[in-house]
């Protein structure tokens, strides 16, 4: 597919450059990006088109979030709420592209970051979501969760799902958690599988600062906490850490060239799961 769309780009005066994924960096240089690494991007380019499914469009937006150039996504995956192009369609798409007929949608990102004894240990973004989890066992714990320094609701629960209006469909829908459109800037806490009869999802504002600190359970074992940004494993928090999280200062530039609306997009895929 990569190399279709390539020679179909090219035959009509465009300039496609695949990325090769192979790179000579150390593990170190490597930490900072996942797949794709930004410097390979030239600074001319004006789209990057993501081949895979949504989640690699999700890495693509992580790896590329400083580069400020519109993602479109060509389906090779299951869902496609992000990579929205389908194979039998990409000649279309490509040929709107060229054209300049397309929309751009901005989405907002997330910033995590986890001290411990006053030292950044661990920092990231998410596009979709940003999850608190138990790393084994079916032992539960204490979430204290914070918004803008008062506290707002103690969840006994497997854990927590902070998410985008992006990821609202994802993790967060299967939580139970509300679907959002994914244009809009907020933030939304769901509980994973609260121990309670009357826990409730809850959407903030985008610009709210949440801290949810981990506490063990008084006279029950303590859990370590998996700590994931978009699916990839950060580390595991103890008892007592504590991760801060609020709108990152980057958004990713999402790209649409079919005219279908967010609610019908979401009837469609919901029809077939």
Not at 77 to 91: H, M, N, S
Not at 103 to 109: A, C, D, P, T
Not at 119 to 143: E, F, K
Not at 146 to 168: H, Q, R
């Amino acid at each position: 597919m990569a190399q279709y769309v390539r020679d179909y780009l090219t035959a009509r005066g465009c300039i496609c450059k695949l990325d090769s994924g192979v790179y000579k960096e150390t593990a170190d240089d490597h930490d900072w990006y996942r797949y794709t690494n930004p410097k390979e991007v030239p600074d001319d380019t004006q789209c990057i088109l993501v081949i895979g499914g949504d989640g690699t469009m999700l890495q693509a937006a992580r790896d590329l979030r400083y580069k400020d150039i519109p993602l479109l996504g060509i389906n090779q995956g299951t869902l496609g709420y992000l990579a929205e192009i389908d194979p039998e369609t990409v000649e279309y798409a490509l040929d709107c592209l060229i054209a300049n007929r397309y929309n751009l949608e901005k989405r907002m990102f997330l910033y995590g970051k986890v001290k411990k004894q006053g030292t950044l240990q661990i920092s990231d973004y998410a596009l979709n979501d940003i999850v608190l989890s138990r790393s084994r066992g079916l032992d539960v714990n204490d979430y204290n969760i914070f918004v803008d320094g008062e506290l707002l609701n103690k969840y006994v629960a497997d854990g927590i799902i902070i998410a985008t209006p992006t990821g609202s469909t994802a993790y967060n829908l299967s939580a139970g958690g509300p679907i959002v459109d994914p244009k809009a800037f907020s933030i939304l806490l769901t509980p994973i599988s609260p121990h309670s009869l009357h826990n409730r999802s809850i959407v903030l504002r985008a610009d709210s600062k949440i801290i949810v600190e981990v506490v063990k359970r008084p006279g029950k074992r303590f859990v370590p906490v998996q700590l994931c940004f978009d699916g990839n494993e950060a580390g595991l928090l103890d008892e007592g850490d504590w991760i801060e999280i609020g709108q990152a200062e980057v958004t990713a530039m999402i790209l649409k060239v079919n005219n279908v609306s967010f609610l019908e997009t979401l009837r469609r895929k919901m029809s077939e799961r």
